[in-house]
């Protein structure tokens, strides 16, 4: 009995620093969270549940990104749609709405607290390591290293042939 085995890829250097960078963002994710949780507990009313929600919400979505990074570096394509698509739209969208929310609603930057300011280094970090993944994921080097297990039939090749 014969035992196959994958050959491992080395990755390009482009989804390799897409790699590291969405680690750095989730590292910037744990940041931030420790620091709305100690400014949580701060609170006289604070609802422990509700801090526990969000805490468990936060490291659901966190390891499940790792777990696809995982596959990302591997060569798995349907790794990379899952973060270019999940990352570039809910993943920013949450980045960015509670910002935003917090500016409309007339807060100004010099009003920032330690907490606020480990929150939005944190958030600021992630953000510019998610958009600049992303940006890595989508070039060239990148979609030749997942585009390697695509196979076109032997007749779609053919056709190809016979029309140019």
Known sequence: MSV??????TPPASVDRAYWLLALA???????????????LQEPDVNLSSVGLQVLV???VY???LVVMGRLRAGEGWA????????????IASLV???LTWMLSGNSLPELTLYSAV???ARTVHLLAVI????????????RFFGRHIQTAPNQRHRRRAAA
Do not use: Y
């Open 26 to 40: 989730l590292s910037a994710g744990v940041v931030e969270t420790i620091a709305h949780v100690s400014t949580a």
């Open 58 to 60: 936060r490291l659901s």
């Open 80 to 91: 990379r749609i899952v973060l270019v698509v999940g990352l570039g739209t809910a993943g």
């Open 132 to 143: 600049t993944a992303i940006a890595l994921m989508l070039t060239p080097s990148s979609g």
């Open 63 to 65: 390891a499940a990104v």
């Open 119 to 121: 929150i939005l280094t």
């Open 4 to 9: 196959v085995r994958e050959q491992r890829v």
């Open 97 to 99: 709405s509670e910002p």
